[in-house]
């Protein structure tokens, strides 16, 4: 199984951590893994902002590289969801149709398609707070919605039960989106800080030592937030705790 | 699948000993100091409205900012409940979803019906094209009648058409008998959102309201007090008033009938006091048969209030013995929004607000900071066929979260719509030049490896150039109430060039 993997820009240049850790990971699992050099971006942020226009090269780029792998893999539910659901901008060839059919996020890949059920080498001996990046949630359906009627479910806590030691704490608004939202996290940071100090605080008066996420956006924003309250709160992806980080 | 049951993640049991619904499993809220109301966006003509500005102002006054986020929150959690205790819940919302399409794209032919058989029963059904219609339509009835007060009920259709300023300079007293409605007109406000108009303001901004025009004491903002001297000030008001204006929730096209839902019963007082009722209903209003209004009338106030039903759910079938019921079918943009292949379904909205309930931008903006007729999630849908200029911040207002979408009675796709309108008004040069260059700026970078490798080669370009598209150009943007991270040593790409061998090419 030839798998491409996708280490999103803001992973690349800031969390380089989740991007090996992803690698290492599905390398455990004897899969072939490569990463195209020549990648950079899915799009999202000018499609985000309603630029179609100025997306087009940069999704046609994004298939270039990928185009031929049995799958593409990401760390991150929001980069995903764009490719798969929203890259409409650059003309849907089949090329580009296989690429968005066969993009996979981390949790999903490791949950629908290899079916994952130990990860003896992981252990994380903390009260850990999961968050759903709101476009892995309602838009690849990670988890089941609090809004719907319907029977609970949660991949990724799926997966991390199966991590020795990790212990969950739950908040009080687990669906409610932390305000990064892209480039909303800009043109409306009144809006985006409060909402991610409410998260952050909901994440701390839990009683988590760890927010746990699929999603490096997400994080870099609450982090922020955190970092702002002078919270102790810590911030990890699911990958480094999957591929055994210990903290 | 039936029976399930949300994890307990997501769920608040009722609290034991207190009624499920309703007032009775509100979460008492006591806000802790006076503070001044922080009031909405500022209106500058044809100018985009800046949504953000106002949002800052209303998150400038923290006790409004906290009561508005747990009021509104606390609906959204009894909303939960409701859907919880219903088996059903997801196949009435399909159903709803179906029989609204269908309505609205036979909608000629059930207004036809609708007309037909509302003049039978004895209604006057008029036609209006637009706001200037439908108010001339009303001023030209309340003056055949010789009316001098008008006593009307909650209705958004009627802040569309600037009614109440439209009657006001025609010399005709307009009484709103909702009483946050009627908070509203005492403020000189507009609602704040389409079923708890007044949910902006503490008891302590009431208080001052009725001091000021109705002359209650400033110090005592108990509830029952407010309440009353509201209501014996206004009842006498009602009593003589000449004519009542309601709104409708829905038109039953075959019974020639329409149906309001109030919890008040004020509706029932505009309709039923005055010998002249006239009901301002927009034409989306319509629906076939009156086996279909159930589904509805299940949905409607479990998703706005997280009650089961509505206290009053008023059919009007013709005019009282000795009495007249006129009938305005408005459409004021609405056939034009039908032609937009895009947003059309947006005419599906019964107007039940549990989409600004749910939005965490909403909850902590106020509905004002729209400086629009429909706030929150649906107004950024619906605003900007209005106008199109005036509005084209407003979808920005977002972080297109999805749950809007989850929590429409009536399936409308919100956040897909509010996606939908950035790229029309990207497409249409409705997006300040500034953001527009910057994504052209990012768009290029992102699209040409050689270049992104070197914008972000280093530690020190990685920042300057990395937020750059991220964050617009402004480091301290993001800077301004979070910490901006640290870039490591090396990026990912580094790191795999140097540890593993047999990666493709360099980029070219």
């Known amino acids: 199984m030839r798998i491409g993997l996708f280490v999103p820009c803001y992973i690349d240049a800031f969390h380089p951590e989740v991007g090996i850790a992803t690698l290492q990971l599905l390398e455990r699992f004897g899969l072939d893994v490569e990463y195209p050099r020549n990648q950079t971006c899915c799009g999202q942020p000018m499609t985000n902002t309603g630029c179609h226009a100025e997306s087009a090269a940069t999704e046609a780029l994004f298939v270039r590289n990928f ?5 593409v893999v990401a760390p991150s539910g929001s980069c995903v969801h764009h490719v798969r659901c929203d890259m409409d901008a650059v003309e849907q060839t089949d090329d580009v149709r296989q690429v968005r059919a066969r993009t996979y996020e981390l949790v999903e890949f490791l949950h629908d398609i290899l079916k994952v059920d130990a990860f003896p080498w992981a252990e994380f001996p903390h009260r850990v707070s999961l968050h759903n990046n709101c476009n892995a949630l309602r838009g690849l359906n990670h988890a089941s919605m609090s809004e719907l009627r319907e029977p609970a479910f949660s991949k990724p806590a799926d997966l991390l039960a199966r991590v020795r030691g990790l212990e969950f704490v739950h908040i009080q608004r687990p669906d409610e989106c932390c305000g990064f939202g892209g480039t909303f996290s800009v043109f409306e940071k009144g809006v985006s800080e409060k909402m991610g100090y409410d998260k952050v605080r909901d994440h701390s008066n839990a009683g988590a030592a760890y927010v746990v996420s699929a999603d490096s956006s997400c994080m870099m924003h609450q982090q922020g937030c955190a970092q702002r309250l002078d919270m102790p709160l810590k911030f990890i992806h699911i990958a480094q705790i999957l591929n055994g980080a210990r903290a | 699948m039936s029976g399930a049951q949300g994890s307990d993640l997501n769920r608040n049991p009722p609290r034991s000993g207190r009624l499920d619904h309703a007032e009775g499993a509100s979460v008492p809220l006591h806000s802790r100091v006076r503070e001044a109301q922080p009031r909405g966006a500022v209106i500058n003509g044809d100018q985009p409205i800046n949504q953000a500005e106002a949002a800052e102002r209303f998150m400038a006054a923290p006790e409004h900012e906290r009561m508005h986020d747990a009021r509104l929150w606390d609906l959204r959690q009894k909303r939960d409940r409701q859907m919880h205790g219903i088996t059903e819940w997801e196949d009435l919302r399909r159903l709803a979803s179906e029989i609204k399409e269908h309505a609205l794209t036979h909608l000629d032919h059930y207004l036809e019906q609708f007309e037909t058989n509302a003049r039978a029963n004895g209604i ?65 406000e507009a609602p704040s959102h389409v079923v708890v108009p007044a949910v902006h303001k503490l008891r302590s901004d009431v208080a001052d309201v009725f001091a000021r025009t109705l002359g ?88 706005a209030l997280g009650s089961p039903i509505t206290q009053y759910t008023s059919h009007f079938r013709g005019p009282r013995r000795g009495g007249e019921l006129h009938v305005v079918l408005v459409d004021n943009g609405r056939s034009e929004r039908l032609g937009m292949e895009q947003f059309w379904t947006s005419l599906k909205c019964i107007r039940c607000g549990a989409c600004m309930n749910t939005c ?46 989850n929590v429409c009675p009536v399936k409308i796709n919100i956040h897909e719509q509010i996606a939908g309108w950035r790229r029309v008004l990207a497409e249409t040069h409705e997006l300040p030049l500034m953001k527009k260059a910057m994504m052209r700026e990012a768009g290029h970078l992102l699209s040409h490896p050689a270049l992104y490798r070197a914008a972000i080669a280093t530690a020190d370009s990685a920042l300057k150039h990395l937020p750059r598209f991220m964050v617009y150009n402004r480091l301290n943007t993001w ?13 990912f790409h580094q790191w795999y060039a140097a540890n593993r061998a047999s990666g493709q090419g360099e980029p070219s």
């Not at chain 2, 039953?252 to 149906?259: D, I, N």
């Not at chain 2, 729209?370 to 005036?390: C, M, Q, S, V, W």
């Open chain 2, 216 to 303: 209650t004491d400033p110090n005592d903002d108990d509830v029952h007090y407010l309440t009353e001297q509201q209501r014996e000030k206004t009842r006498p008001l009602i009593l003589d008033a000449q004519a009542g204006l309601t709104g409708a929730n829905f038109v039953v096209a075959e019974t020639g009938t329409f149906v309001v839902c109030t919890n008040e019963g004020n509706a029932d007082l505009s309709a039923n006091t005055p010998p002249l009722q006239i009901a301002s209903i927009g034409i989306e209003k319509v629906i076939p048969r009156l086996e279909d209004l159930p589904v509805f009338v299940r949905l409607l106030s479990r998703s």
């Open chain 1, 67 to 71: 185009t031929g792998y049995d799958y």
């Open chain 2, 479 to 491: 800077g301004h109430g979070r910490e901006v991270p640290a870039p490591p040593r090396e990026t």
């Open chain 2, 124 to 188: 006057h059904v008029h036609w209006a094209q637009d706001a200037d219609e439908h108010n001339a339509i009303i001023l030209s009835l309340l003056r055949d009648h010789g009316v001098k007060r008008l006593i009307k009920s909650k209705s958004m259709l009627t802040e569309e058409c600037g009614f109440r300023d439209f009657m006001a300079e025609s010399g005709v007293e307009v009484v709103e008998t909702d009483l946050g409605e009627r908070i509203q007109q005492l403020d000189d």
């Open chain 2, 360 to 405: 965490p931008v909403f909850r902590r903006s106020g509905g004002l900071s729209y400086g629009a007729t429909y706030a929150g999630p649906i107004g950024l849908i619906i605003d900007p066929t209005f106008n199109r200029h005036r509005y084209s911040s407003l979808p920005f207002s977002s972080t297109l979260n999805g749950s809007c979408t």
